[in-house]
């Protein structure tokens, strides 16, 4: 179900309504980018891929319990010797809920990411809602 390609994107959490203004609507995405996933049992593993750099990323698979959606907890680090080296941000995601009704729905993650780590100047504990749309 998780192995493959997502393409992801993080929004930063501003209530203020975009009113219809594209530009102000694209100032709300903090990143876009590719996770790749490759999972054995409850383990994931994988990178998150952008333009210009990425994350090596490590994780688990939580079954879903009490009627409640499976989920994915991961941690991506920058790489060695890239612009990302000593980043590191933390993923905690749900799988959307499947329609029973649903037409052509695609698999996908809703959560929030965490900067663990500050880098460029930018301060760890900076919180950001993602979704991350099953590939193919």
Do not use: C
Not at 69 to 83: E, F, L, Q
Not at 108 to 127: F, M, N, Q
């Amino acid at each position: 179900m998780f192995d493959g390609k997502w393409t992801y994107r993080s929004f930063h959490n501003r209530a203020v309504l975009v009113a219809g203004d594209p530009q102000q609507a694209l100032r709300l995405i903090f990143a876009e980018a590719v996770f790749t996933f490759e999972v054995t049992d409850t383990t994931l593993k994988g990178a998150l891929d952008w333009q210009g750099g990425g994350l090596n990323l490590q994780g688990t698979i939580q079954p879903a319990n009490a009627g409640g959606p499976i989920s994915v907890a991961i941690i991506g680090t920058g790489r060695p010797n890239t612009d990302t080296e000593g980043w590191e941000y933390d993923y905690r995601a749900s799988l959307a809920y499947q329609w029973p009704n649903g037409v052509d729905q695609v698999p996908a993650l809703v959560g929030t990411v965490i900067r663990a780590k500050p880098h460029d100047g930018a301060a760890e504990g900076y919180v950001a809602s993602f979704i991350a749309v099953k590939q193919g």
